[in-house]
């Protein structure tokens, strides 16, 4: 079973930026599509970006231009780089397969204060 770690999160002032990292166990990270969800409170999780393995990304209309996901195969390891952050970016990050298919990590807390 694949174990997500993420990482990088952080209380930040509203325009700061943030790095979030997620370590994958195993050998198979390199094959999956990968995206980073975030979980406010008192809402349910949603997509925030997505990469395939040759590194084709998407992300949310809400975060676009403002966050850019990567990924480091030889690392197992899932980038999410957040710029221009804002109040509402307040959430619960997590990284997983496109599918949701692994099981969820601990997450990491990211709080922007206006």
């Known amino acids: 079973q694949v174990q997500l770690v993420e990482s990088g999160g952080g209380l930040v002032q509203a325009g700061g930026s943030l790095r979030l990292s997620c370590v994958a166990s195993?050998?198979?990270?390199?094959?999956?599509?990968m995206a980073w969800y975030r979980q406010a409170p008192g809402k349910q999780r949603e997509l925030v970006a997505t990469?395939?393995?040759?590194?084709?990304?998407n992300s949310a209309d809400s975060v676009k231009g403002r966050f850019t996901i990567s990924r480091d195969n030889p690392k197992n390891t899932l980038y999410l780089q957040m710029n221009s952050l804002k109040p509402e970016d307040t959430a619960v990050y997590y990284c997983?397969?496109?599918?949701?298919?692994?099981?969820w990590g601990r997450g990491t807390q990211v709080t922007v204060s206006s």
């Open positions: 997983n397969t496109i599918n949701a298919l692994a099981t």
């Open positions: 195993g050998n198979t990270f390199k094959i999956w599509s």
């Open positions: 990469i395939t393995p040759g590194g084709n990304t």
